[in-house]
């Protein structure tokens, strides 16, 4: 599976981006579809994912200000971000997880968020 990430940009603190990301295939079936970022110099972390029955789960710090979004049919998976901060400036990676455990990632896409 291929995963093509899109809608990264810069924008000021308390704008919005939404991020999409693109499946190859089918995602019926899968375990969860989410959006992870890394900021600089850290960690990667989970923003956000959502089940194929449609639970979302969202980090703490995103709670309130994000959400996550899944389209079956289109094989797409959505993140709506608002009220953006500095803070949240990363690369953000899509992300598919199989029930079998396996993950594939997209290629990474850039916020830049400025004070």
């Known amino acids: 599976v291929q995963l093509q990430a899109f809608g990264g940009g810069s924008v000021q603190a308390g704008g919005s981006l939404r991020l999409s990301c693109a499946a190859s295939e089918s995602t019926f079936g899968f375990n969860y579809m989410g959006w992870y970022r890394q900021p600089p110099g850290k960690q990667r972390e989970l923003v956000a994912r959502?089940?194929?029955?449609?639970?979302?789960h969202y980090a703490s710090s995103m709670k309130g200000r994000c959400t996550i979004s899944r389209d079956n049919a289109k094989n797409t998976v959505s993140l709506q971000m608002n009220s953006l901060e500095p803070e949240d400036t990363a690369v953000y990676y899509c992300?598919?997880?199989?029930?079998?455990?396996?993950?594939?990632w997209g290629q990474g896409t850039q916020v830049t968020v400025s004070s």
């Open positions: 959502i089940r194929s029955g449609g639970t979302t």
């Open positions: 992300n598919l997880n199989t029930f079998a455990g396996r993950d594939y």
